[in-house]
């Protein structure tokens, strides 16, 4: 566990945009992604996975559904909105930006 | 914040509870296919997890964190921060409190006097009409036949009547009275759509001549008079000693006009006559509904003119005013409260101004604060919505602190005005409690947002820093504030000359002469029944036997009869000529004021006997027509010549009176007549001897407490004739005093808002200086360490302070200027631009000022350099 890493408030929220980015999918189904995608290293702790869903929800960047899973059962699934995306797409760029400034410090000093 | 039933809230528990319960499903599941025993895995899964309570409550929040919730919370934040500087928050609950209160007491008597509610279908289409052909407004009179002519022709009203409001002798119960009668026309009452409470009202042709003799009570004549008599209608009363009979009671609360008791019809009146010349009436219409006063008057015009047109000696020269009939009779206070609203509202204003240099002081001591806050993410909006919601605490207590203030102050203000305000009732009723409410609201918002603005507007970087070490040295809310202390001194100057010119206005006033010495001058009313007292003989016997009976009462000095006694309302007058001069053109011919006496009349109230003499008993009905002049007259009219023995005629619109000639056998000290206020002092004196006439006042001095001859001097009246009523039972001075009052008034209330305007703006202006020296301070330490002159550091500040000061006396002098001009019609003996006031408002605020810009001044000499370097 020493290797998994606290997360930002807003490094969250991206990540969970860039994960409902790719499909629909329910808290469980998102905190599994970024765990699987990030090979362990960041675990997402359910006290602020669902605080920010229902953070950005309300902000309108995402909406929710319930919906059967496969195996038929039923569970709340998120996706993102028309602004999520385009809010995706800024912090996206803004993060880029950001890590690679930093690289660039980093690697430079 | 617990409301269950917010709207979308319902679904919003079950959906989380399920929510989180699939994830921990989900969860558990995971755990039992990597091997785990199902109560391992089930127990991983809720340390996986976490509390699962504090989970839901977050998102709770996240969702219900309202509007509400985060204002309620700022405002519990701005409690505290109220608390830990109790001094802030004392002088701004007190500004506000001082100044709502004062806003509350004006409004509450504007909303019981100008916004009365009338209990009528749209009151805006009932006028009052007359043929005056001047602006000022004033109950101009028409005659009966003049009145059926506009009636007849006129296309613009559904209704014009006519009416006359005057006392009535009420005899014939326990004891004679006397009761407020309107003499109107049948369609009087279709003025104003009011239904009978019991019986009828009149009807059409009930006012022709030899009409019946009916009359109307109002509904508390008919409680007091007649102990709410069930069996009233067709009872008979006995008004000016003629029998009536009783036909109606109106519904409660109508009294109009006057507070009248008892309505009759018109022909029943003394001075009825069909004569174009008699012209004793008013009219009263209710125009139609699409019809404006400006269409009113142009048909009454047309009217008019045709009037003068062909009937040039009694109607020449008329013209046609309209005026809503609210504002008519409210007209005398309509001003005075008018120019009070306004001057309350500049104090408010001001408060306003002050209180936002106090919030923008103690801002700049939270601007650390305030770019934390920004920098953590908070958007501008946001503080500005949390500064203003720290102000609502400020407002809320000083909002019920002004109304608490208000109730006290009301009745005070009622009681120095007694007779201004006695047929209306001031109270604190749900109209004025929503003023005062969106009132405090709307300071609160004024007061704080140019400080929420500001301060949200500092950019965070450069403020971090420059805040952080404390140097803010040059800030453009120091401009702003600048602005504010400008217009607050702009403002106090407004009222401050306002105060100055009504206080001089109200010295002049009390130093103008009434011509009549008011010591221990006691007067009462009565006015003979006409069908009694037939012939003028037997009604001047009347007048002088009881002058003479009531000097017999002890403690009486002297005593005589008088029309109309000076300040009592009552007055007489007429158009009259030199005899021998050229006749003069119609509307422009000399006026003066009429008043018929007793012999003894000048004598009894101090009027000095200036030439020949008075009248005596030689002056009979069959004697020459005699009459003394008032020297105002006399200086106008003769110059240097004798008026004694020259010859008046006269040239009234009373046909009685037209034509009549008379030798003056006396000169007179001029006396005012209606108001202490008034210039002219051109007088008529008659005899009661030579001219019939009903009505009397009964003037006395006496040697004691006058009114505790009251009692004595009505026995004296009754031992003449028992059925004869006597009222207004009043001594002379307080008349003057009911005169002056709504001058004093007016006075004493600008005076207090042009003090509480000079203490604000005080506080104003020495509490942005101190801000500024506290700031400067190390420039200040600066200069002095490198050796200033510590006079010139005093001089820096004070001159800082001035030019602010003498800033706002600039503009708030110009704006004085429109001020006055608007407020002429209450002034009196000064004229708008009167130096002396606006040498005196400028002169206090100046000292003032001074004194306000020296202690800062002060304390930045007492800078001390060395501390201030070290600090740096």
Same mark, same amino acid.
């Given at each position: 566990m020493s290797e998994q890493l606290d997360l930002l408030q807003g490094t969250l929220d991206l990540l969970i945009l860039k994960t409902l980015a790719l499909e629909a999918n329910h808290g469980w189904g998102i905190a599994q992604r970024i765990q699987q995608v990030s090979r362990d290293v960041l675990q997402v702790g359910q006290g602020s996975l669902y605080p920010a869903l229902h953070r950005l929800e309300k902000k309108g960047l995402i909406s929710s559904e319930w919906r059967s899973t496969e195996s038929n059962r039923n569970a709340k699934y998120y996706e993102l909105t028309r602004s999520g995306r385009s809010q995706l797409a800024r912090e996206l760029s803004e993060w880029h930006r950001m890590s690679g400034a930093i690289a660039l410090v980093l690697d430079n000093v | 914040m617990r409301f269950k039933r917010i709207f979308g809230r319902s679904s919003f528990e079950p959906d989380l509870a399920s929510e989180l319960q699939f994830h921990l499903e989900l969860e558990f599941q995971k755990n039992l296919a990597s091997g785990m025993s199902q109560q391992e895995a089930w127990r991983q899964a809720k340390i996986a997890f976490g509390g699962i309570e504090g989970v839901k409550d977050e998102c709770r929040k996240l969702r219900f964190a309202s509007w509400f919730e985060s204002t309620s919370r700022d405002i519990l934040y701005g409690l505290r921060l109220l608390r830990k500087s109790p001094a802030f928050a004392f002088v701004a609950v007190a500004i506000l409190a001082l100044s709502v209160g004062a806003n509350t007491a004006i409004f509450s008597t504007v909303n019981a006097v100008l916004l009365a509610r009338w209990?009528? $279908?749209?009151?805006?289409k009932i006028v009052f009409v007359s043929e005056d052909n001047h602006s000022d407004f004033r109950w101009g009179f028409t005659s009966v036949l003049n009145f059926e002519d506009y009636r007849s022709q006129q296309r613009t009203f559904d209704q014009l009547a006519l009416w006359i409001a005057q006392s009535v002798n009420l005899t014939g119960q326990e004891r004679p009275d006397r009761i407020i009668g309107s003499f109107v026309t049948a369609n009087f009452f279709d003025v104003f759509g009011t239904k009978p409470w019991m019986g009828r009202l009149f009807v059409r #042709?009930?006012?022709?001549? #030899?009409g019946p003799y009916v009359a109307v009570l109002s509904y508390e004549a008919w409680q007091t008079r007649f102990s709410s008599d069930p069996r009233i209608l067709g009872r008979q009363v006995t008004l000016n000693n003629e029998n009536y009979s009783v036909v109606g009671v109106l519904p409660r609360g109508y009294r109009l006009p006057f507070e009248s008791d008892v309505y009759v019809t018109a022909q029943h009146q003394t001075s009825y006559h069909r004569e174009r010349s008699a012209k004793q009436f008013l009219m009263l219409g209710r125009m139609k509904q699409n019809v404006t006063p400006t269409q009113a008057k142009a048909d009454f015009s047309t009217i008019a003119q045709r009037l003068a047109h062909d009937y040039p000696t009694e109607n020449a020269g008329i013209g046609t005013v309209v005026i809503d009939f609210r504002q008519a009779l409210n007209h005398s206070v309509r001003m005075p409260l008018l120019v009070l609203l306004g001057a309350v509202a500049l104090v408010l204003l001001i408060a306003c101004a002050n209180l936002a240099n106090l919030v923008l002081a103690r801002g700049l001591e939270r601007r650390g604060e305030m770019v934390l806050r920004t920098a953590l993410g908070a958007r501008r909006t946001r503080i500005i919505r949390q500064l203003l919601s720290e102000a609502i605490p400020v407002a809320l207590a000083g909002g019920l602190g002004g109304l608490l203030l208000a109730r006290g102050l009301l009745p005070l203000l009622l009681r120095m005005a007694p007779t201004t305000f006695q047929d209306v009732k001031v109270v604190l009723d749900a109209r004025v409690l929503l003023f005062s409410s969106l009132l405090t609201v709307l300071t609160a918002v004024l007061f704080a947002i140019a400080p929420a603005v500001q301060l949200s507007a500092t950019k965070s970087a450069s403020a971090l820093n420059s805040g952080i070490r404390g140097t803010v040295k040059t800030d453009t809310g120091a401009q702003v504030r600048a602005a504010f202390v400008i217009c607050q001194v702009a403002m106090s100057i407004m009222l401050l000359v306002g105060a100055f010119l009504l206080i001089r206005s109200f010295q002049k006033l009390m130093a103008s002469d009434t011509g009549l010495s008011l010591d221990n001058l006691l007067t009462m009313e009565y006015r003979l029944p006409r069908n009694k007292y037939t012939s003028p003989e037997a009604q001047a016997a009347f007048h002088r036997e009881l002058a003479l009976r009531v000097a017999q009462v002890p403690g009486v000095v002297s005593s005589a009869i008088v029309q109309s006694v000076p300040f009592s309302g009552n007055w007489g007058d007429t158009h009259f000529m030199r005899e021998g001069t050229p006749v003069p053109e119609k509307g422009k011919e000399p006026t003066a004021f009429t008043n018929l006496i007793t012999p003894e009349y000048f004598q009894t109230v101090g009027i +000095? *006997? *200036?030439r020949g003499r008075s009248f005596n008993d030689q002056d009979t009905g069959a004697a020459p027509r005699v009459a003394v002049i008032s020297r105002a007259l006399a200086q106008r009219y003769f110059g240097d010549q004798d008026p004694v023995g020259q010859r008046l005629q006269l040239i009234d619109t009373d046909p009685t009176e037209n034509g009549e000639h008379l030798t003056i056998v006396g000169v007179v000290g001029n006396a005012k007549q209606i108001r202490l206020r008034d210039q002219d002092e051109t007088e008529i004196y008659f005899p009661y001897s030579q001219k019939p006439e009903i009505f009397g006042t009964l003037v006395l001095r006496t040697?004691?407490? +006058?009114? $505790? *001859?009251a009692n004595a001097v009505r026995q004296a009246v009754w031992s003449l004739d028992k059925d004869q009523p006597v009222w207004k039972i009043r001594t002379v001075r307080y008349l003057v005093q009911r005169d002056v009052e709504d001058t004093r008034l007016l006075m004493v209330l600008m005076t207090g808002f042009g003090l509480l305007a000079l203490v604000l703006s005080t506080l104003g202006t020495y509490g942005v200086l101190s801000n500024i020296v506290g700031q400067r301070r190390q420039e200040i330490g600066v200069r002095i360490a490198l050796g200033a002159d510590l006079g010139k550091v005093r001089d820096l500040v004070m001159r800082q302070g001035m030019k602010m000061v003498l800033a706002g006396i600039g503009i708030g002098g110009l704006a004085a200027v429109a001020v006055s001009q608007a407020i002429t019609s209450v002034l009196y003996g000064v004229g708008a631009l009167d130096v002396g006031a606006f040498a005196a408002g400028f002169m206090v605020m100046m000292v003032v000022a001074l004194l306000a810009s020296y202690l800062p001044a002060r304390s930045a000499t007492r800078v001390n350099p060395a501390a201030v370097l070290r600090c740096e």
């Open positions: - | 209990p009528f $279908s749209h009151p805006e #042709g009930e006012d022709r001549r #030899g +000095p *006997l *200036l040697a004691v407490d +006058p009114m $505790s *001859l």
